[in-house]
């Protein structure tokens, strides 16, 4: 039975599930934050997982390193795989770890955001820049979500003609599920929530629920995260009809419940690569309004599973909402479509089967 070590500094509920899906075809050792893991699954019940092994570890320290090379060698895995790293210490640790370990094992990576965010996160980003492409360059296997970040892998990072054998695909599968099925209330309700950065959009969802409201068709929309836009832009929000602004940390099991109460997520993003937020969206059922940026425009069906609008463009979110708050069938449909694509092509199964095979 094949071995598999994965490393997750972040993205814990996603590597946790992937995990446990991975277990039906290999021995896991998951090395994590516990606290976070449980944190994601604070009021809600964790999936069972016999096959994987989690360990601890805050990936801040020198003695932190040495646990995760302990682990290594006890373990001994066949396939040593790294969610991609954000961050300057959890960088270095990868990029020394892939090198040692890869002169007698495989080496994977999960790259979940190909280019960085713009805002902070490009900042963040350009800081270690240096240390992610070594990382990029010496593993064996590289994992992105969707032919969009695929693209913008080979165009951004590598150098004609732009080409890379090691690189796979593989979809983000759903997180934030809640227990079992169910329909939102009368009425249309639309939900936008994660961490706010500038790349969010906010700007464009702004005047757009403003001119609805000032025409008589305010949407009973809701904002729940916490972040610098959402910090800024409180007030203006708050002043609009209908719209409610919970500016903090939200719990996953509130989120869930929020999402749930909802018709639709909004991601009225400038730029992405993949969306954690649209996965959980489509794992209750709820239909996306979001822009055609990244890899937003791999998973949403115009029509399908959710709306897709340009980025940056306020009037073009507008038509969609007013699409949408009008006909109770189209949001019906919708909803299906969305239930449907949770099912078949985010379902963590069918995504660790042809993990492993990709190995």
Same mark, same amino acid.
């Given at each position: 039975?094949?071995?598999?070590?994965?490393?997750?500094?972040?993205?814990?509920?996603?590597?946790?599930?992937?995990?446990?899906?991975?277990?039906?075809?290999?021995?896991?050792?998951?090395?994590?934050?516990?606290?976070?893991?449980?944190?994601?699954?604070?009021?809600?019940?964790?999936?069972?997982?016999?096959?994987?092994?989690?360990?601890?570890?805050?990936?801040?320290?020198?003695?932190?390193?040495?646990?995760?090379?302990?682990?290594?060698?006890?373990?001994?895995?066949?396939?040593?795989?790294?969610?991609?790293?954000?961050?300057?210490?959890?960088?270095?640790? $990868?990029?020394?770890? %892939?090198?040692?370990?890869? !002169? @007698?094992?495989?080496? &994977? /990576?999960? #790259?979940?955001?190909?280019?960085?965010?713009?805002?902070?996160?490009?900042?963040?980003?350009?800081?270690?820049?240096?240390?992610?492409?070594?990382?990029?360059?010496?593993?064996?296997?590289?994992?992105?979500?969707?032919?969009?970040?695929?693209?913008?892998?080979?165009?951004?990072?590598?150098?004609?003609?732009?080409?890379?054998?090691?690189?796979?695909?593989?979809?983000?599968?759903?997180?934030?599920?809640?227990?079992?099925?169910?329909?939102?209330?009368?009425?249309?309700?639309?939900?936008?929530?994660?961490?706010?950065?500038?790349?969010?959009?906010?700007?464009?969802?702004?005047?757009?629920?403003?001119?609805?409201?000032?025409?008589?068709?305010?949407?009973?929309?809701?904002?729940?995260?916490?972040?610098?836009?959402?910090?800024?832009?409180?007030?203006?929000?708050? $002043?609009?009809?209908? %719209?409610?602004?919970?500016? !903090? @940390?939200?719990?996953? &099991? /509130?989120? #869930?419940?929020?999402?749930?109460?909802?018709?639709?997520?909004?991601?009225?993003?400038?730029?992405?690569?993949?969306?954690?937020?649209?996965?959980?969206?489509?794992?209750?059922?709820?239909?996306?309004?979001?822009?055609?940026?990244?890899?937003?425009?791999?998973?949403?069906?115009?029509?399908?599973?959710?709306?897709?609008?340009?980025?940056?463009?306020?009037?073009?979110?507008?038509?969609?909402?007013?699409?949408?708050?009008?006909?109770?069938?189209?949001?019906?449909?919708?909803?299906?479509?969305?239930?449907?694509?949770?099912?078949?092509?985010?379902?963590?199964?069918?995504?660790?089967?042809?993990?492993?095979?990709?190995?």
């Amino acid at each position: 039975m094949k071995r598999i070590m994965m490393i997750a500094p972040h993205y814990e509920e996603y590597a946790f599930l992937l995990s446990c899906a991975l277990g039906d075809h290999a021995e896991v050792l998951l090395v994590l934050r516990q606290d976070l893991l449980d944190r994601d699954f604070a009021g809600r019940p964790r999936p069972a997982a016999p096959n994987v092994m989690i360990r601890h570890n805050s990936f801040r320290t020198v003695a932190e390193f040495g646990r995760l090379l302990a682990d290594l060698r006890r373990f001994r895995p066949d396939v040593l795989h790294w969610q991609e790293p954000s961050g300057f210490i959890k960088a270095v640790m $990868a990029a020394a770890m %892939v090198a040692w370990a890869g !002169r @007698f094992t495989r080496t &994977a /990576l999960t #790259i979940h955001d190909v280019v960085p965010h713009s805002g902070d996160d490009a900042r963040v980003a350009a800081r270690f820049a240096r240390i992610r492409r070594h990382v990029r360059a010496r593993v064996h296997r590289v994992f992105v979500h969707g032919p969009t970040s695929r693209e913008q892998y080979l165009c951004d990072y590598l150098p004609m003609p732009h080409t890379d054998e090691r690189v796979r695909l593989t979809d983000h599968g759903v997180i934030l599920a809640g227990d079992t099925p169910c329909e939102p209330g009368d009425g249309f309700r639309a939900l936008m929530f994660g961490r706010m950065e500038a790349y969010k959009g906010l700007d464009v969802l702004l005047p757009a629920i403003t001119d609805m409201a000032n025409r008589g068709c305010a949407v009973d929309l809701e904002l729940a995260g916490s972040g610098p836009e959402i910090d800024r832009l409180e007030n203006d929000f708050r $002043a609009v009809p209908h %719209v409610r602004v919970d500016n !903090r @940390f939200v719990s996953s &099991a /509130l989120l #869930i419940e929020k999402i749930r109460a909802a018709d639709c997520v909004l991601l009225p993003y400038l730029d992405a690569t993949q969306s954690g937020v649209l996965a959980a969206a489509f794992a209750n059922g709820r239909f996306v309004i979001a822009s055609r940026v990244g890899g937003l425009s791999d998973l949403v069906e115009h029509g399908v599973n959710g709306l897709l609008v340009p980025p940056g463009d306020a009037p073009a979110l507008v038509d969609a909402l007013d699409m949408v708050a009008g006909d109770a069938g189209l949001r019906q449909r919708l909803r299906a479509g969305a239930r449907r694509t949770a099912e078949d092509r985010l379902d963590w199964g069918p995504i660790a089967a042809r993990m492993i095979g990709d190995y």
